[in-house]
């Protein structure tokens, strides 16, 4: 049969002293480093989820403040064609008006012109018209 003897308590109590031992100068500082370390990254990892909640929120803001702008930008666009539109319409008419003043004093001109010459055709057949008749007569 199995006999318990004195080097069997001896190895029982060296056993544990070890076990004691280890576990202070061992086991507990790497448990308490990696507990240190799993700390340091559930901090990392809650800072890294702000820093990208913060991120997404000023992308939303810089978003909002585009469309805004663009907005702003499109109606100020809108506004400057029409005025350019009204300006090019207003230019238009004041160049027609000119042109069909212009085209006016020149009728007036052909008209004072055709009208003296006429006169002056009309003296001058005259002119002729007694010459020929003196020429006839005599």
């Known amino acids: 049969m199995l006999s318990i003897d004195s080097s069997v308590i001896a190895i029982f109590i060296i056993i544990w002293v070890l076990v004691y031992v280890l576990s202070r100068v061992f ?13 340091k990254i559930q901090k990392n990892r809650e800072a890294y989820e702000k820093s990208f909640e913060d991120y ?53 001109r052909l008209k004072k012109q055709t009208k003296q010459l006429k006169e002056k055709l009309e003296s001058e057949a005259e002119v002729l018209s007694k010459k020929i008749e003196n020429k006839l007569v005599h």
């Open 27 to 39: 086991f507990k500082p790497i448990q308490r480093i990696m507990a240190e370390r799993e700390a």
């Open 56 to 108: 997404e929120q000023s992308i939303s803001k810089i978003e909002k403040k585009l469309r805004e702008a663009k907005a702003i930008s499109d109606a100020k666009r809108e506004e400057l064609e029409k005025e350019a539109l009204l300006e090019k319409k207003r230019f238009l008419e004041e160049i027609n008006a000119e042109f069909r003043t212009q085209i006016e004093k020149a009728r007036a």
